[in-house]
């Protein structure tokens, strides 16, 4: 698995590729890859057309999370539940009593959508590697539109959760392929800022979800928070088919027949994907031979705490705890939900993705023009600490009872931590081995929203048994405790990339 001398690996040495001359960024340092003399190349096309293409991936992970959050969940005790239904769960209720179903079987709307999405990508990206990124783009968009609009109009329980689990399987891989599509566009030292707008994007779809799942509770029925979804996803296929060509390109080889397209297929954007092999049953699993790689495993256990602990959290959790401790109704607990974290989340980007760059850039200049990937975690301190911050404000706020401003802040807090180290975690990842980002990209989302899931289980029991505050700190420190081996890879990182080597697979691309 370890095999093979790190001659094509990013982390260590520049790439080079059939060009005229060895291209070089505006500081002078040799571009990462190197760019060929193809003008399909997507790293040599117009600034424009990459921010378009960036731009639809970036809306179509936007409207992942944002089809699992729109119906405002809270998975907790069937105590809590019960106490909760005189007091109008944001959607909930009304589905509840229209599937004759309590509120725990109903909660299973969103646990099982949730859990799907782990593994979509695990699914949709090989796929990706063989037959291109356009085609999974396309099928996924079609696959949400056809499933949701299915869910909407369900007319029993069954039926529901069945249309539910094959949106989530079969309409979220741009949660594990966006990664995978930025690196296919974008040089190195441009990669965090641009990576920064995917992960602004996947992240504030569910951040913006709870503002308007409450209103459609009050204003219209449970079926628009599948009908929504449904319609947006169309408008993005439209603009999808007609904006957005293939991404994928074999670096090592001939492209030739692609440049050989009619007229027809060019305006129709339909230029052929490359196959440097076939489709294999190693190739799922591929994601998890990943894990063995320290520079993978150890970001990625990171930022599945930081993820779930810095948003997943308040989006379990705040019905229970908003509509007891302050009465409000379903939309006032999406708009005191989704505003501090869509805002935290904005403010931590403008702090994260050109940062990251900018530190990678200056220390290479420094070094002569050698990139090492650890230098972007030198930009990463800031949601280090903001993240449990935030996490214990809010924790402490609710046990003191403060003024609603006070869980507010620290929702937003964290929200601006959470965002400075995804960013961060997601450049990283794709700095060191970018031939396999669709994998990485894979990995983080399956131990993401696994994680995720499994919170639901306990955050707001063992609130309620040892105290909101004593509860929120104990997540606090867990997240920092699994930030701690990330400096031992500050320090060994690159020694352990050298000795480990790279994956033997998809290094053409």
């Keep these: 698995m370890f095999e093979g001398e790190p001659k094509n690996t990013e982390a260590t040495v520049n790439e080079s590729f059939p060009t005229s001359d060895s291209a070089k960024d505006p500081n002078g340092i040799l571009l990462v890859p190197q760019p060929t003399n193809d003008p399909d190349d997507p790293l040599n096309w ?51 009593k229209y599937l004759h179903k309590d509120l ?13 999405v ?21 099928m996924n968009l079609v696959a949400t539109v056809v499933f949701s609009a299915a869910s909407a109009a369900s007319h029993d329980y069954g039926t529901l959760l069945a249309m539910r689990a094959l949106s989530g399987l079969l309409g979220t891989a741009a949660l594990g392929l966006g990664p995978a599509t930025v690196c296919d566009l974008f040089f190195a030292h441009e990669r965090g800022r641009y990576m920064g707008v995917y992960t602004l994007s996947f992240i504030t779809g569910g951040h913006i979800a709870p503002i308007i799942g409450g209103y459609i509770e009050k204003n219209l029925t449970w079926r628009w928070c599948f009908y929504v979804p449904a319609i947006i996803a169309a408008g993005l296929l439209i603009s999808f088919v007609l904006t957005v060509p293939e991404t ?54 990171y930022y599945a705490t930081s993820f779930g602990y810095g948003t997943i959290l308040f989006i379990l959790t705040s019905t229970n705890i908003f509509s007891q401790l302050y009465h409000f109704q379903p939309y006032q607990v999406g708009v005191l939900l989704g505003v501090p974290l869509t805002v935290g989340s904005i403010l931590g980007e403008c702090c994260a993705g050109y940062l990251s760059d900018m530190v990678s850039e200056r220390r290479a200049i420094y070094r002569g023009g050698k990139r090492i990937p650890e230098d972007r975690f030198l930009a990463i301190y800031p949601g280090v600490v903001l993240l449990p911050l935030g996490v214990i404000i809010e924790g402490v706020s609710i046990t003191h009872k403060t003024h609603w401003i006070g869980p507010a802040m620290g929702v937003a807090i964290a929200s601006f931590g959470l965002q400075i180290v995804t960013t961060i975690i ?20 399956f131990v993401r929203q696994i994680f995720s899931f499994c919170i639901g289980f306990y955050a707001v029991q063992t609130g309620e048994k040892i105290g909101f505050q004593d509860a929120w700190i104990t997540w606090a420190f867990i997240n920092f405790a699994t930030f701690l081996p990330v400096l031992l890879l500050i320090w060994r990182g690159e020694r352990w990339r050298l000795a480990l080597g790279v994956p033997k697979f998809h290094n053409d691309l």
Aim: with cysteine; hydrophobic share 40%.
């Design 104 to 116: 725990t079987d109903v909660a299973y709307v969103v646990s099982i959508f949730t859990a799907v």
């Design 118 to 138: 782990s593994i979509s990508p695990l699914f949709w990206n090989p796929i990706s590697n063989v037959y291109g990124r356009r085609p999974v783009y396309i």
């Design 426 to 445: 997601y450049a990283y990842v794709a700095d060191c081995y970018k031939p396999q980002s669709p994998e990485t990209g894979a990995v983080l989302n």
């Design 46 to 96: 117009p600034s424009w057309r990459k921010r378009i293409v960036l731009v639809q991936v970036s809306l179509i992970s936007f409207l992942a999370l944002f089809s699992a959050s729109l119906i405002v969940s809270d998975k907790t005790s069937e105590d809590c539940l019960a106490k909760l239904t005189s007091q109008k769960v944001p959607t909930f209720v009304p589905l509840g």
């Design 248 to 301: 994928l390109y074999s670096r090592t080889h001939d492209q030739s027949a692609n440049s050989q397209s009619s007229s027809i297929q060019k305006f129709l954007m339909l230029r052929r994907a490359p196959s440097s092999n076939r489709l294999r049953l190693i190739d799922f699993l591929r994601p998890f031979q990943m894990l063995f790689y320290p520079s993978i495993a150890i970001p990625t256990i």
